[in-house]
């Protein structure tokens, strides 16, 4: 078995703005793993937030160079984490003969288009680029300030789309139980992360008529249990499982805990998107637009078409 990990760097359309800050390139770890004549091919983005650096997650990687192992033995010698993501979905489209595309996919999924940070005028144009692209599902991000004109302006700009929110744990000053019933009129479909991971524990307390989703407190199965009374979804991502593997015993102990699926993930290539798409084919929400995102994607990469992704 031989495993090779590189950096590769895709330049993104227009800025990317959430609450923690705002990017003009998506950095990814890609990793090969070679046996008997074949290749397999995974994509991870390290995550601050999560106490990973490049430095950190290519040790990783290199921990387990000399070792042989399959998906199983991975998850034993690597923590969940953008690793152990890139591993172990390398070690799935080695093993496959046609990666994802040999799970039962449907012939389309629609996806999440982002909205990213701004002023209210430029969210809203933003948004309007999308729904004139076909778009559906819009995804907008957001901080602790204006977010009822920002959502305003954005509803403004697309009447008919379905609207999710993302305030990446940036509502801790807010009352959430006020701002839920001030943006419940836009026909706002679901909040995610509103409060810190350390501190959403008063969400049992909140009244909403809005669910709110698990994105940063929701990372393997293992926290499913803690979530009970807080969130009513969770956020599936490939980084914070730790690969497909795992990600498909997260989906099982959410749905056993009768919580409903999101798929979402971080700014990368089709490499990454791609892997998640099993997860996604049978999830309520995905936002899987990384890929479209990012002005130099990987040859051959996903199709997108009127807000979805095209399965060929």
């Not at 290749?39 to 430095?55: A, K, L, V």
């Not at 994802?100 to 809203?124: C, E, G, N, R, W």
Request: hydrophobic share 45%; aromatic share 6%; with cysteine.
């Amino acid at each position: 078995m031989q495993i090779n990990a590189q950096i590769v760097t895709y330049t993104l359309k227009r800025p990317f703005t959430i609450s923690r800050g705002s990017r003009t390139h998506a950095e990814v770890i890609q990793v090969a793993i070679k046996k008997d004549g074949k290749e397999g091919i995974g994509e991870c983005s390290p995550t601050g937030r999560y106490g990973e650096t490049f430095e950190s997650v290519l040790a990783q990687i290199d921990s387990v160079k000399e070792k042989v192992f399959d998906r199983s033995q991975l998850k034993v010698l690597l923590p969940a984490g953008a690793a152990r993501n890139a591993l172990d979905c390398a070690l799935w489209d080695l093993e496959a003969d046609n990666f994802p595309y040999d799970f039962s996919l449907p012939d389309h999924i629609q996806t999440a288009m982002t909205v990213s940070i701004a002023t209210p005028q430029k969210m809203a144009e933003e948004a309007k680029d999308y729904v004139e692209q076909g778009a559906k599902l819009i995804k907008v991000k957001l901080n602790g300030d204006d977010v009822y004109e920002r959502l305003s302006a954005v509803r403004a700009a697309a009447p008919d789309s379905t609207l999710i929110v993302d305030a990446n744990e940036a509502w801790r000053n807010l009352d959430i139980e006020a701002t839920i019933k001030q943006i419940a009129p836009l026909n706002i479909a679901m909040v995610e992360q509103p409060l810190p991971a350390a501190g959403d524990d008063v969400l049992r307390e909140v009244s909403s008529s809005i669910p709110f989703c698990a994105d940063e407190s929701c990372h393997t199965a293992d926290d499913v249990d803690g979530l009970a009374g807080k969130y009513q979804m969770v956020n599936i991502k490939l980084d914070k499982t730790g690969g497909l593997t795992a990600a498909f015993e997260l989906e099982q102990a959410a749905r056993t805990n009768g919580m409903q699926v999101m798929v979402g993930c971080m700014l990368g290539s089709s490499v990454a998107m791609r892997a998640a798409l099993p997860i996604a084919a049978n999830a309520v929400l995905v936002d899987l637009d990384g890929a479209f995102l990012i002005s130099d994607d990987i040859q051959g990469g996903l199709t997108y078409q009127n807000g979805s992704i095209i399965i060929l």
